[in-house]
């Protein structure tokens, strides 16, 4: 097991996705400092696990990528189809947001907000199996 630098922002709760170009992306989470651990956080920031990583240094390895729409935590993420979806949420959240990976016309990514879902009230994961979206959890 590595550990890698320190992220930007210090959090628990988060999500994370590993590309197959060897992109990590960590999004979300929230602040255990807080006595209610109440103040959840939109920021992404990535990393790339195929350059030279060991020798980086944390404000060299961390990049901000666009923040989410609404803040997450406790939520799932999963890679599908060239893309990153993020559902579900510590509190009881309905949403689904849709990310664009970083591109020329949009250097930091960009996220979309998807349809609610009707009849899954939490989401605790996320999996893909022969090219379909699966989520787990809730009610």
Known sequence: MYRLPSMQISRSAGA??????GRVFVAGGRDERDIYCGLEYPEVEFCNL?????????????????????????????????????????????????FSLPDLDHPLGQWTLLTPFITLITCSSLLVCDDRLFAFGGK
Not at 16 to 21: E, F, G, I, S
Not at 59 to 73: G, Q, R, V
């Open 50 to 98: 195929h350059s030279d990583w060991q020798t980086a240094s944390a404000s060299e390895f961390w990049h901000d990528a666009a923040p989410m729409i609404d803040a997450h935590s406790d939520f799932a993420m999963a890679y599908f189809k060239g893309r990153l979806i993020a559902a579900g949420g510590r509190r009881m959240k309905q949403s689904a947001e849709l």
């Open 16 to 21: 994370a996705v590993a590309l197959p170009d």
